[in-house]
């Protein structure tokens, strides 16, 4: 069964650390760019990063450049967004998703708004309190 999955949400302090985890199952990351995004009550789903599988372009919003790091590893599958110098304007559900358009240049899949996502994760929450 295809699936994505995130972990590594949870609450934390402003200033704190989160490191976030995509694991997939039922297809490989070699063909496929994975993007983060982020979706905060009321407002739409942003992106967040993006890292494409074939030739290792990144791309990070410049609400969290120097913030936070996105990486891969494709022989396990997994995508981690490391998180750093957290802030309360990061509190939302952040969504892991997977496009085959975006094995290279990531950002044609992964923009605000998406489009042509094949898969996506459920979400994992959030929460930097001031």
């Known amino acids: 069964e295809v699936q994505l999955v995130e972990s590594g949400g949870g609450l934390v302090q402003v200033g704190g650390s989160l490191r976030l985890s995509c694991a997939a199952s039922g297809f490989s990351f070699d063909d496929y760019g994975i993007g983060w995004f982020r979706q905060a009550p009321g407002k739409e789903r942003e992106v967040v990063s993006c890292i494409s599988s074939r030739d290792g372009h990144t791309y990070l919003a410049s609400s969290v450049k120097g913030r936070f790091t996105i990486s891969n590893d494709n022989a396990k599958n997994t995508v981690s967004l490391q998180m750093n110098s957290l802030i309360p304007e990061d509190t939302a559900v952040y969504y892991c998703?997977?496009?085959?358009?975006?094995?290279?240049?990531?950002?044609?899949?992964?923009?605000?708004?998406?489009?042509?996502?094949?898969?996506w994760g459920k979400g994992i929450r959030v929460t930097v309190s001031s």
């Open positions: 998703a997977a496009s085959f358009f975006s094995r290279y240049s990531c950002t044609v899949s992964f923009g605000t708004p998406p489009s042509r996502i094949a898969y």
